[in-house]
C-alpha cells in the first residue's frame, strides 16, 4: 500500500506545478521558488534520516526531525502560494503536508526512542 501511496502523492505535488506552471494570468516565479526548496527538503530528509543515522546514530535522527518539520512548513507555503494562482494546485498539495505531519511524528517516535 506504501509503495503506491508515495506515487499518488508524488502525481498530485506534478500535477499541482503543472497547473501552476500553465497559468499565465499570475506571477509564478515565487511560487516556484518555494517548490523547489520543498524538493530539496525532499530530497534531504531520508540523506539525513537514513544516511547520517549509521554514521552519527541518534543525533541524526533528531536532524532529520529539523529537516521535516522544514519540509512541512514549506510544504503549507507552497500550498498558500500556489492556491491563489490554482485553487486545484492548492488543494492537490494538501495530502502531501498530511504525509509529511504523520512522517514527522514517526521521526519524533523513533528519535524518542533511539
Given at each position: ?13 506534478a500535477?499541482?506545478?503543472?497547473l501552476v506552471?500553465r497559468q499565465?494570468r499570475?506571477?509564478?516565479?515565487e511560487?516556484?521558488?518555494v517548490?523547489?526548496?520543498l524538493?530539496?527538503?525532499n530530497?534531504s ?16 535522527l533528531w536532524l ?5 518539520a522544514?519540509?512541512?512548513v514549506?510544504?503549507?507555503?507552497a500550498v498558500l502560494r500556489?492556491?491563489p ?8 498539495m494538501?495530502p502531501?503536508?498530511s504525509?509529511?505531519?504523520?512522517s ?11
Amino acid at each position: 500500500m506504501f509503495g503506491s501511496a508515495w506515487l499518488v502523492l508524488y502525481a498530485a505535488m506534478a500535477v499541482a506545478a503543472w497547473l501552476v506552471w500553465r497559468q499565465q494570468r499570475f506571477p509564478r516565479r515565487e511560487a516556484f521558488k518555494v517548490y523547489g526548496g520543498l524538493l530539496v527538503l525532499n530530497l534531504s530528509w531520508p540523506l539525513t534520516f537514513f544516511g547520517l543515522y549509521p554514521i552519527i546514530g541518534g543525533p541524526a535522527l533528531w536532524l532529520a526531525l529539523l529537516v521535516i518539520a522544514a519540509h512541512a512548513v514549506v510544504a503549507t507555503f507552497a500550498v498558500l502560494r500556489f492556491g491563489p494562482i490554482s485553487t486545484t494546485a492548492g488543494v492537490l498539495m494538501l495530502p502531501y503536508v498530511s504525509w509529511l505531519v504523520f512522517s514527522a511524528s514517526l521521526n519524533l517516535y523513533a528519535a524518542l526512542n533511539n
